[in-house]
């Protein structure tokens, strides 16, 4: 969200006695819009806004504790290069804990570490849901199907190929990166050898 905005509100009702949840009155406010003025979030922010916002939050909780969280399409309303940035936010998470995300997005599930497919089935009397857990070509076979129509087509399965590939290219490159910032962060001391000493004659 390139020269948004995020603010918090907080007042005060001189009249009001303390409470159970004390005497502030706080509101969110938020632009996603250079030189728009913050406004209260409930009011104008889109469901896409409202996904990429609360992904924000917990990621910026996760950097302090990490711990199981689950995220029940926080990439609504979002698609195309964004919804590629909110999976690489995803799998950064799930390396340093355990991320559950339901999806429609194949640029989402693309970046997982593990696709489970979850299937309703119905026969007009009863209803189950399945779990699965794809690997190889049959993750293929249902990222193409995310990304294609009732037929899968030989196009759309040379797309989800290319998905995977690009993802894993991605965390394979921001793993490195950040190997290569953790050391450097270690604030190790390289001492020079000190040049001998020179001789008297």
Same mark, same amino acid.
């Given at each position: 969200?390139?020269?948004?905005?995020?603010?918090?509100?907080? /007042?005060? =009702?001189?009249?009001? =006695?303390?409470?159970?949840?004390? $005497?502030?009155? $706080?509101?969110? +406010?938020?632009?996603?819009?250079?030189? !728009?003025? #913050?406004?209260? %979030?409930?009011?104008?922010?889109?469901?896409?806004?409202? !996904? +990429? %916002?609360?992904?924000?939050?917990? @990621?910026?909780?996760?950097?302090?504790?990490?711990?199981?969280?689950?995220? =029940? *399409?926080? =990439?609504a309303? $979002?698609?195309?290069?964004?919804?590629?940035? @909110?999976?690489? *936010?995803?799998?950064?998470?799930?390396?340093r804990?355990?991320?559950?995300? @339901? /999806?429609?997005? #194949?640029?989402?599930?693309?970046?997982?570490? &593990?696709?489970?497919? @979850? /299937?309703?089935?119905?026969?007009?009397?009863?209803?189950?849901?399945?779990?699965?857990? %794809?690997?190889?070509?049959?993750?293929?076979e *249902?990222?193409?199907?995310?990304?294609?129509?009732?037929?899968?087509?030989?196009?759309?399965? *040379? &797309?989800? +190929?290319?998905?995977? !590939?690009?993802? /894993?290219?991605?965390?394979?490159?921001?793993?490195a !990166?950040?190997?290569?910032?953790?050391?450097?962060?270690?604030?190790?001391?390289?001492?020079? #050898?000190? #040049?001998?000493?020179?001789?008297?004659r």
């Open positions: 969200m390139a020269g948004g905005r995020f603010e918090v509100d907080v /007042t005060q =009702d001189g009249n009001a =006695d303390p409470a159970q949840h004390g $005497i502030d009155q $706080i509101e969110f +406010r938020v632009t996603a819009n250079p030189g !728009s003025p #913050p406004r209260a %979030l409930a009011k104008v922010a889109s469901g896409g806004e409202l !996904s +990429r %916002l609360s992904l924000a939050v917990q @990621v910026a909780c996760a950097a302090q504790e990490m711990r199981c969280m689950v995220f =029940d *399409e926080v =990439d309303g $979002i698609g195309g290069a964004v919804a590629e940035i @909110v999976g690489r *936010e995803l799998r950064s998470l799930g390396v804990g355990q991320v559950l995300c @339901v /999806t429609h997005l #194949p640029q989402v599930a693309c970046q997982a570490h &593990h696709h489970l497919r @979850v /299937t309703k089935l119905s026969d007009g009397r009863t209803t189950r849901t399945t779990l699965a857990e %794809l690997d190889g070509d049959q993750r293929v *249902e990222l193409a199907r995310m990304l294609g129509g009732v037929e899968i087509t030989a196009k759309a399965r *040379e &797309h989800a +190929r290319d998905m995977l !590939s690009a993802a /894993t290219l991605a965390a394979a490159a921001g793993a !990166s950040g190997a290569t910032r953790d050391a450097a962060g270690k604030g190790d001391t390289v001492r020079q #050898p000190r #040049p001998p000493a020179a001789r008297r």
